[in-house]
Structures are given as structure tokens and as C-alpha cells.
């Protein structure tokens, strides 16, 4: 038994996404997989024991049958009855809940099923790729373009036409051949597999299978892969962005070798680079949605965009979005000679903020140095919240960066200034755990904790970031260290020297 989870938050109200999904009989309207459907007997789609009756794109055919419906609290759950495919016992489900800051949905959707132990691999990406990331696309660019019909209580069942012509699909969603892929001979290429969640010993090279590009995809030929702390988060099964068994890595540049039949405006031989999800970047070759491709300028080279790219972007997010930082404000950034840290505190300063940056040893203390940092604080032999009291005459810090977590949380909340600004962007040193808020109005403190997807999913939000840090790359604002190399098949080192903290600046992997 394998068990496949995707979730993802719907910029919409939870009325208007679950309007969409309860339709049984509606997947037709926004799936790209799905060309046309109808329930068997006639019986209304929202009955427990209705039996849908899909033709897929690619000409094949299934029928699922609902199990539950709930509209108080927004979750649904069918089985498979007939599929071209073998998902023996496959059950799944779907479930909304209300974001609570924002008029948002959180969506997560999940199966269990008994695949052949031959087939396991790329039938479990075919679900959580072809079929539920595809949705989750799909239902955002439906609430986007807001012109679809709303179902009704009683919307009729539909007769199966013959394939014909249909609407191109938007861009931005991916139109899976589950039938034709499952069929036809795949070509393989050397990736990092996790098979099960743990330590860096998970990591195995593998051969795995590469399908070709879906029409709205490109296949790109990595160069040089990034290696994220967030891939830490993945491998251990902390975030919910990897499932298994599945390929990390959300950050690469390459060059283009094939493009699906849908893509215009990219070209094989074109260089780009991405810093997204869906993770899978640890391999030699992937095939990849096309929309939130970065093309790259030949002043930008892929060692720099690898090494850089995401971190950038997050840089971008957290200093003129989560926290404009502003002429004259001290800035405090924890481990300043990181990745990010590195281009927090060049940034930083460039903004006219005072920047203290702490690390762990006298090394990292030059490196953050010569990046312009006002205040470098050694916190290994050092209590920095006390040091930061001391630079600053008592007054405290105005917004802190932090990504380390349990070791630097309470006495980031100590050197915070009244009004102070507490961005808690990651836990390398383990879960920050539970506080009392009400502590936080002493000094009427603000508690921030963001998402890099919030602000990275679509192109809109993703385009001003990467254009102001290649700008920023461009005026010299901030420079980007050469990045630590490791071969592909080291991984699992590379993993074990950044959570060591054994390195500085950025990590890459060599394919």
C-alpha cells in the first residue's frame, strides 16, 4: 500500500473552491486530464453511491464512485471502480479548510492504493503530479479567470461525446497523457531518490524513469542544481512537499532539450532556471511546467542562478514585502554567513539599514565582514540578544531575521525593539515550540512566519523578485560568493554539511 498527500492553499474563498470540487460530476469543466463525464443512471451527482463515468484526453476511460460528501465540513472521498491503469484499491479524498489569515483555502487531497511493485515510482508521480498538482493548477486558473459556470444543485448528468476539438487548456496547466504515458517506453535519467523519510543517508542515486514532456512542459537538462535548507525540511518529511517515494530540490538552472506541443515563446537551447515547486531538481534531466521558468540573460550564469536564485527571491520577499526595511533601522540577521544570510546582510545594508549579523566562529565573522556588516557577534561565546542591547543603547533591534529557530527564538524576542519585527523564516536548530502571545505586548511586538510559496506560485508574484534581485545582482547591491560543489551522488553530504553548519554561503550539486 502507498499513500500519496498534496496539499496547496487556493487564493479564493472556501465557498468558491468547494462549489467547484462537490460537483462529482464537474471534473470535466477544470481538469485537464478529463474530456467529458457523465453519471451512471442519471442520478444526481452530489449522492452518496453516484458512479461517474470520465473520458480521459487521451481516449481511455474509468469510473469512480463517491463514498462521502460533506458539506459542513467540506471533505468528499470516492474509489476507483474501473481505470486503464493498475491503482488496485485505490481510495481517495478531498478536504478544504478556511486559511485563517486571508481570505483563502488550504486543499489537500490524498489516496491510498496497491500499485505493482514494478510500476510503484511512476505511478505514484502520475497521481501526485499528472492528476492532483495538474488540478490544483487548473482550480487556480478557473478562479482566476472567473467565467466559469457555477454548478448547480441539480446540474444534469452529460452524455460521453467522441473525442473532438476542445478549448486549448490555459498555459499554466499541464495536459497529462495518463493513458499514452503509461504505455509507451520511457527514457530514464540519474536522480536522488527518498524512498523514506530520515536523515541524509535516504539520499540514494537512482535510475528513474522521464517520461516525455506533457504538452504545457519543457524537459530541461540540469547544469547545476541549488541545495536549500527547505530540501532538509523535504527529505525529513517536516514540510509537506516531498511525497514518496520522490526526487528533492526546488531550485536549478539547464538548458532546454524538448518542449510539449503546447509551449510557445521557449525553445530548445534556451538556458533557464527555476526556484519552485514541484520538487524533483536532484536529477540530470526533469520535465517541468513552463510557467515559472526564469529565462536567463547571458550575464547571468547557471552557477550564479543555481546558487542564488530562490535565495534571492526569499531575500527580496522578506526585506521589501514581510518587512520594509528602511533607511536608519537596525536590522539584526542570524547566521549571517548563510545563503540567505549572506544576502540579507549586503542588501540590508545597501537599504541604509544598520546591520548586526551573528554567527557561529571567527571565520563565518570575516565572511560577514566583508559582506558589510556593521556588527558581527561570535553567539557561540556570546550572548547576542545582550550584545545587541549594547550596540544599540538599550533601544533594541527593528526587525530580526531569523531562519535558525529553537537556539535563537527567545533571545530574538529579548533584542527586539518596542514595535520590533520578529521574521521567523526557518528552524535549522529544531521547532521554535509554543509561546504565549500575550507576552509579545510589552513591546508590542509582530510575529511573522511566511511561506515561500505564498509569494512564488504564479508568475505575477514571482516575476518582481526575481527582477529585483537580478537587478540587485546587476548594480553590484549584493555578489554572490562561488558556491561549495558537490556531485550529484553526494548529496547526502552536501545535506550533512549544511545542517552541520560546516559551510558558508551557498551549496550546488553537480549532475
Known amino acids: ?23 462529482f460530476n464537474g471534473h470535466d469543466r477544470w481538469h485537464p486530464a478529463i474530456a467529458s463525464s457523465e453519471i451512471d443512471g442519471g442520478e444526481p451527482a452530489d449522492v452518496v453511491g453516484a458512479v ?127 493513458l499514452a504515458s503509461s504505455l509507451r517506453r520511457e527514457e530514464t535519467t540519474r536522480a536522488i531518490l527518498v524512498e523514506r523519510y530520515g536523515g541524509p543517508d535516504v539520499l540514494q542515486l537512482k535510475e528513474i524513469a522521464l517520461p516525455p514532456p506533457a504538452p504545457y512542459e519543457v524537459r530541461i537538462r540540469h547544469t547545476v542544481i541549488g541545495v536549500n535548507f ?39 537551447g534556451d538556458r533557464v532556471a527555476y526556484a519552485c515547486p514541484p520538487v524533483g531538481a536532484y536529477a540530470e534531466r526533469r520535465n517541468m511546467t513552463a510557467e515559472l521558468l526564469v529565462r536567463l540573460s547571458d550575464d547571468i550564469s547557471d552557477e550564479t542562478a543555481a546558487a542564488s536564485l530562490l535565495k534571492g527571491v526569499t531575500a527580496s520577499f522578506l526585506l521589501h514585502d514581510i518587512h520594509t526595511v528602511r533607511p536608519g533601522e537596525v536590522v539584526l540577521i542570524h547566521a549571517g554567513a548563510g545563503g540567505i544570510g549572506q544576502l540579507l546582510v549586503q542588501w540590508a545594508r545597501h537599504l ?25 557577534v561570535v553567539y557561540s561565546r556570546e550572548d547576542f540578544s545582550e550584545a545587541v542591547m549594547g550596540l544599540t543603547g538599550g533601544a533594541g533591534a527593528n526587525v530580526i531575521y531569523d531562519a ?63 527582477d529585483r534581485f537580478f537587478a540587485a545582482l546587476r548594480q553590484r547591491a ?24 560546516r559551510t558558508s554561503g551557498a551549496l550546488v550539486l553537480l549532475p
Open 1 to 23: 500500500m502507498v499513500q500519496v498527500r498534496q496539499s496547496t492553499i487556493i487564493d479564493a474563498p472556501i465557498e468558491e473552491v468547494w462549489a467547484i470540487l462537490r460537483d
Open 52 to 178: 461517474r463515468h470520465f473520458r480521459l484526453a487521451d481516449g481511455g476511460e474509468l469510473r469512480e464512485q463517491l463514498l462521502a460528501l460533506s458539506d459542513k465540513d467540506r471533505r468528499l472521498s470516492y474509489c476507483l471502480l474501473e481505470a486503464p491503469l493498475p491503482l488496485m484499491g485505490y481510495v481517495a479524498s478531498i478536504r478544504l479548510k478556511p486559511v485563517t489569515d486571508g481570505n483563502a483555502t488550504f486543499w489537500e487531497w490524498r489516496s491510498e492504493f496497491h500499485p505493482p511493485a514494478h510500476r510503484r515510482d511512476e505511478l505514484v508521480k502520475l497521481v501526485a503530479e499528472d492528476i492532483y498538482r495538474a488540478g490544483f493548477a487548473a482550480i487556480r486558473d478557473l478562479l482566476r479567470r472567473r467565467d466559469f459556470p457555477m454548478p448547480t444543485e441539480a446540474r444534469p448528468s452529460k452524455t460521453i461525446m467522441p473525442p473532438g476539438p476542445t478549448d486549448i487548456a490555459p498555459r499554466s496547466i499541464p495536459a497529462p497523457s495518463i
Open 230 to 268: 527547505i530540501d532538509v525540511y523535504c527529505r525529513t518529511g517536516f514540510f509537506d512537499l516531498l511525497g514518496l517515494p520522490g526526487v528533492p530540490g526546488m531550485e536549478a538552472a539547464g538548458i532546454i532539450e524538448a518542449v510539449g506541443s503546447a509551449i510557445s515563446g521557449l525553445s530548445v
Open 352 to 376: 541604509g539599514a544598520t546591520v548586526i549579523a551573528t554567527v557561529s566562529s571567527d571565520d563565518k565573522a570575516r565572511i560577514v565582514e566583508r559582506l558589510g556588516a556593521h556588527h558581527v
Open 404 to 466: 535558525v529557530g529553537a537556539d535563537t527564538f527567545a533571545g530574538s524576542l529579548a533584542a527586539l525593539a518596542v514595535r520590533g519585527h520578529l521574521v521567523s523564516f526557518g528552524q535549522a536548530s529544531g521547532p521554535v515550540g509554543s509561546w504565549d502571545v500575550g507576552r509579545f505586548a510589552s513591546r508590542s511586538i509582530t510575529l511573522s512566519r511566511p511561506n515561500y510559496a505564498h509569494y512564488t506560485d504564479t508568475p505575477e508574484k514571482l516575476a518582481p523578485h526575481v
Open 478 to 501: 549584493v555578489r554572490i560568493e562561488q558556491p561549495v560543489a558537490y556531485d550529484l551522488a553526494r548529496a547526502a553530504d552536501a545535506h550533512r554539511d549544511l545542517e552541520a553548519r
